[in-house]
């Protein structure tokens, strides 16, 4: 998987080797604040989540990376057929490129900080 990622389209694990999996994969995309999570069930009923976990190293000091969270509330809007939403939202994520980020990617921001600049993103560019 880590050699190879785009062999594996879908890979179907009981709950702990998900777990596993699923950190390897993220791994791969530059660690957990940056991956989305969805369930899907019967009759379209999802939810959407962060893939990390509690993250008791970093809890309550602010610097958690809030891109998992927004990129699961894109997963969201496509499901509810708000597509040009979320494709916004994906799009205000650029903030990272301009590297108003969290120290995990390398910036001086913090959560709220960053959400706050995407949130910015989202209001003044219409074109996003």
């Known amino acids: ?7 594996w389209d879908v890979i179907l694990c009981e ?24 369930l899907y069930g019967d009759q379209g009923v999802a939810i959407f989540e962060p893939a990390h976990g509690s993250a008791p190293d970093i809890a309550g000091k602010g610097i ?9 509330a894109s997963m969201m809007l496509d499901h509810l057929g708000e597509v040009e939403a979320a494709r916004r939202l994906e799009a205000a994520l650029a903030t990272i490129r301009e590297g108003e980020t969290t120290p995990d990617l390398g910036g001086k921001a913090g959560t709220m900080q960053m959400a706050e600049a995407v949130a910015k993103k989202l209001r003044t560019n219409s074109k996003i």
């Not at 998987?1 to 062999?7: I, K, N, S």
């Not at 958690?64 to 699961?72: A, K, R």
């Open 1 to 7: 998987m880590v050699m190879h990622p785009g062999r």
């Open 15 to 38: 709950n702990l080797y998900g777990d596993l999996v699923s950190d390897l994969a993220a791994g791969l995309v530059g660690g957990l604040g940056l991956a989305p999570s969805a």
């Open 64 to 72: 958690v990376n809030p891109t998992s969270m927004l990129l699961s």
